[in-house]
């Protein structure tokens, strides 16, 4: 059985994010979805938990897909495999720069690991969970940016940064 691995913080996720879990999905066997903490991203809007829930709403029309949130290091997580790809989408050439650099250093620690790099769809190239992090603190609309199963999950929590 081919594996795909796609790693992510999700805090939230986008529609974005949900368009490169879909294409992979008909590629693969399985997709783990695998929700990670990102110690440079310090301030995040939702937790661990709250991330998987909404991602898991987010899955649940994909039923060869599975969300897991591992402790530790993607190359570490990704030994636990038989056969695993990990799938990375990019949205311009900076996401390339950063995950290239990501995949050498994943390399030295899981030699056997694999990435494949997966272009994103044009429409969502501009999109990221920080731009909507950053219009649901100002209460813009959330349609067409992220999964309608936790667009008012999101506005919740934007109202309690908003002091609301």
């Given at each position: 059985?081919?594996?795909?691995?796609?790693?992510?913080?999700?805090?939230?996720?986008?529609?974005?994010?949900l368009n490169i879990i879909r294409r992979v999905s008909r590629m693969f066997?399985?997709?783990?979805?695998c929700v990670m903490r990102n110690a440079s991203k310090s301030s995040g809007m939702f937790s661990m938990e709250e991330?998987?829930?909404?991602?898991?709403r987010s899955v649940a029309r994909f039923p060869n897909v599975r969300v897991e949130s591992p402790e530790g290091l993607l190359a570490e997580y990704v030994k636990s495999f038989e056969s695993?790809?990990?799938v990375k989408g990019?949205?311009?050439?900076?996401d390339f720069d950063y995950e290239f650099q990501m995949d050498l250093i994943n390399k030295k620690i899981n030699p056997q690991m694999e990435?494949?790099?997966?272009p994103s769809?044009?429409?969502?190239?501009?999109?990221?969970?920080?731009?909507?992090?950053?219009m649901a603190r100002y209460g813009?609309?959330?349609t067409g940016f992220v999964p309608d199963e936790i667009k008012t999950d999101i506005e919740k929590k934007a109202l309690l940064w908003r002091g609301k």
């Open positions: 059985m081919k594996t795909a691995i796609c790693p992510g913080s999700f805090d939230p996720i986008t529609l974005g994010h066997d399985e997709v783990v979805v991330r998987c829930e909404m991602v898991r695993a790809v990990v990019m949205r311009a050439a900076s990435t494949l790099f997966l769809s044009e429409k969502y190239t501009f999109l990221s969970s920080s731009i909507v992090r950053e813009a609309d959330l």
